[in-house]
């Protein structure tokens, strides 16, 4: 399991993103599947935990093909592993 968090424009692009192309990016490097969770104090971010291992979440943050889905998705920044 993996904890990350980030910010984004806005959270409906996100979801739309983060459910197709992200997804099928995610598959791609092992994860398991993923639950979202929107910050009470910060509208703007987003949690996510994951059913994915350190190595398939350190080769999806550094797959070129990453980027361009992360900007379709609206992040203001790139996403941080956090501590459960």
């Given at each position: 399991m993996l904890l990350a968090?980030?910010?984004?424009?806005?959270?409906d692009r996100f979801m739309k993103v983060f459910s197709t192309a992200g997804a099928e990016?995610?598959?791609k490097h092992g994860s398991k599947g993923a639950f979202v969770f929107r910050d009470p104090s910060e509208t703007d971010r987003v949690w996510v935990i994951f059913d994915w291992d350190a190595e398939g979440w350190k080769n999806f943050v550094s797959d070129p093909a990453v980027p361009p889905i992360m900007k379709a998705a609206g992040h203001k920044e790139k996403p941080q592993a956090a501590r459960l």
């Open positions: 968090t980030t910010t984004v424009e806005d959270f990016m995610r598959k």
